[in-house]
């Protein structure tokens, strides 16, 4: 049989090889590809309406040169590297093939044959869309598939999972002997009758008196196939029962499953699906290196030929990729606007990205023809509990604990097991994902967040879950603070380095509670929090700036939340300066918080002030300049008088000695930083209001 000629230009997907110039172009941009991998890459070409023997293309490549056969792997790799591993399909035992759809941008000078080869076994589409960004997924796949008897695909909804599915089974199709077969179970509304859908894909006919079950397991008996099982969340036990069955009983059937959790099943392997990779806020969007670029880049232009990627609005859609966690099927809802928003109008609009990201393929099964539906999906089949849990973990930002879950996410009618049992099968379900830390931290993808906040609103429960999440926010970091009750306005046991290191991976939750705590923009309370923060980040110096969250850190103890500070109810303080107009910051942030400041000017009239009203706190900075010793004579008098008001004294530049003297002599703490002086203000409140209590 006479090969296919070659024009001049051929283009497909993304590529266009020009053979008289030998190069690739991808994107239009010439590709670095070695002699050898492009005579390799025109050989397949040439034949690619057959299977090529591994010896013909050594003999092809290298003329009358006598190789061993990894430099064929090698050259195959690099090709594979380059164009996407679905465009050069291995057949074991036989050879190779190319698979990529070819359109001439030059006609041939003679007519070339371009009809269909034999279509392979099963019911796969002969030809299917380039699979972006997920080459060195597609290959693990494969390798899987070919070593393991059932290989599950496992990710979050809208990931990808029967995209890449389909491809791993298109490139394995000619490996067995009866084809490659998918089955859809998505429409599937009751679990009994997964065995007869299944059958009807394969064309197997079931009209015994066995089971449908076993009648298809026993035709399956004698079938060497590939079989895909897509879409088992929702038919989950009924797909287990049957593919264990198959394992047993049809050893030549592999088996591919996609699905939100595991089957469960003897002999399974896992193959968890990531998301699109996506550039680092400081990284270069490079569509190249990134899958979640290189995918928007190919969609934008399929709803705007005009499109590409510049250095304009590089920065803007790494920025979109990135708040869409990588999804696939986000990133490609997102690329269709862009001819009509624009990248821009689609980073603004990311918030209400529900609503924004519909209009999908109408050949798509309904609920990958919007975000919300995807994800709808995959909510439907959770519990009541498991819904209840996941809708108020979005309260948090940037992960968090299973004992701040247990906190935020309980209540009287869903206790700390019952929220560890959600919580678990969230991770299985892949609506949560889990790190491998010690101890770990969960975390919802940002998209998952959005969905689980708008579920909050729907039951009513943001307010009261915003308070909590403040509320249990303040008592990790109260117990960080004093913990094994170290000495108040110190560290505790932990020095700041450690202190900080173990608050480090709760910086964004710590934000969003002061976010609540200090109100809208704007505001007296932001103002005077502000501030407070500023003195801070000039004190706190270089060694203990954690992930840029100074500002976040040094409210920490200022004040958490409005909520834990209406426990308090009305507080007042005593402050004793001698200069009426110093530390007016420090006094309005109190204010802000509801708390009462009456100012004294020396020891008589503080004296005088404490005979007429009771005080919840005294703040001594007293001296000119500041002495932390002014305090001392004040603070005598009013323990020889019986008086234990909670004492503490602010100061410029205190030395270890005058901070050891002043606890001594019976204050709280003698502290410079105004950081340090809320948090201790703060916990004489509430252990008196405990106390009380």
Not at 606 to 626: E, N, T
Request: charged share 25%; with cysteine.
């Amino acid at each position: 049989m006479s090969e296919s000629p070659i024009p001049s230009e051929i283009t497909f997907g993304r590529f266009v090889i020009q053979a008289r110039k030998r190069q690739v172009l991808v994107d239009g941009e010439p590709a670095k590809l070695g002699a050898r991998a492009f005579d390799l890459l025109m050989a397949l070409i040439e034949r690619r309406e057959r299977i090529v023997s591994k010896n013909e293309l050594l003999d092809v490549v290298w003329p009358d040169v006598v190789v061993e056969e990894n430099n064929l792997q090698v050259q195959v790799a690099s090709l594979r590297k380059l164009l996407g591993l679905a465009v050069i399909a291995t057949i074991p035992g036989r050879g190779y093939r190319f698979t990529g759809t070819l359109d001439y941008a030059e006609a041939p000078s003679h007519k070339i044959a371009l009809d269909t080869p034999p279509a392979a076994p099963g019911n796969l589409p002969q030809q299917l869309s380039p699979l972006i960004g997920r080459d060195d997924d597609l290959c693990a796949l494969v390798g899987l598939i070919e070593t393991h008897p059932l290989v599950t695909v496992v990710g979050a909804p809208g990931i990808g999972k029967t995209t890449l599915g389909r491809a791993a089974a298109h490139v394995l199709r000619e490996r067995w002997s009866d084809g490659a077969w998918m089955v859809e179970l998505a429409n599937i509304t009751d679990p009994a009758k997964l065995p007869q859908a299944v059958a009807q894909a394969l064309r197997i006919t079931l009209s015994g008196a066995a089971s449908p079950q076993d009648q298809l397991v026993d035709v399956l008996q004698s079938r060497t196939l590939l079989l895909v099982l897509d879409n088992c969340e929702h038919v989950i036990e009924a797909a287990g029962a049957l593919t264990e069955s198959i394992g047993a009983h049809a050893p030549a059937v592999r088996l591919l499953a996609t699905s939100q959790e595991l089957l469960n099943v003897p002999r399974e392997r896992l193959f968890k699906l990531r998301p699109l990779t996506v550039p680092a806020a400081d990284e270069p969007a490079c569509a190249e290196h990134f899958g979640a670029l290189r995918l928007f880049v190919e969609r934008a232009r399929g709803a705007d030929p005009g499109f590409a990627l510049s250095t304009t609005n590089a920065a803007i859609v790494a920025e979109i990729c990135r708040r869409l966690d990588g999804l696939p099927l986000a990133i490609e809802l997102a690329a269709a606007r862009v001819r009509v928003l624009g990248v821009q109008g689609v980073r603004e609009r990311l918030g209400e990205r529900f609503r924004m990201l519909t209009g999908g393929a109408r050949t798509a099964m309904r609920r990958h023809q919007t975000l919300q539906a995807a994800i709808d999906w995959s909510h439907a089949l959770l519990s009541p509990e498991e819904q209840t849990v996941l809708r108020r973990l979005g309260v948090f930002v940037g992960g968090f604990t299973l004992e701040l879950a247990q906190e935020v996410a309980g209540d009287e009618r869903i206790g700390e097991w019952a929220v560890l049992d959600a919580l678990c099968a969230l991770v299985d379900k892949s609506l949560v994902a889990a790190d491998a830390g010690e101890p770990p931290r969960y975390q919802l993808l940002e998209t998952m967040r959005e969905y689980a906040l708008e579920k909050l609103a729907d039951a009513g429960e943001t307010v009261d879950l915003i308070e909590r999440h403040a509320g249990a926010v303040y008592r990790l970091l109260f117990a960080l603070q004093t913990k094994e009750e170290g000495t108040l306005g110190g560290w505790g046991t932990l020095s700041k380095h450690e202190f900080m290191r173990r608050l480090a991976p709760e910086f964004d939750n710590v934000r969003a509670a002061l976010d609540w705590a200090i109100g809208k923009p704007g505001d007296v309370t932001t103002a005077a929090a502000q501030g407070v923060a500023a003195r801070f980040d000039n004190a706190a110096g270089p060694e203990i700036e954690v992930n840029g969250a100074t500002r976040a850190a040094g409210l920490v103890s200022n004040a958490i939340t409005r909520g834990f500070l209406r426990q308090i109810g009305a507080s007042t303080v005593l402050w004793v300066d001698d200069r009426p107009t110093n530390n007016q910051l420090e006094r309005l942030g109190f204010e802000a918080f509801g708390i009462s400041i009456v100012p004294s000017t020396s020891t008589a009239d503080a004296l005088d002030k404490l005979g007429r009203q009771s005080f919840d706190v005294i703040i001594s900075d007293m001296g000119r300049p500041p002495d932390p010793r002014a305090g001392y004579s004040l603070l005598e008098k009013l323990l020889q008088s019986g008086n234990k008001t909670p004492f503490v004294i602010y100061t410029a530049s205190p030395t270890p000695d005058h901070v050891l003297e002043a606890r001594r002599r019976g204050a709280l703490g003698c502290t410079a930083r105004a950081d340090e002086l809320f948090q201790l203000v703060f916990h004489a409140l509430l252990r008196a209001e405990r106390t009380d209590v």
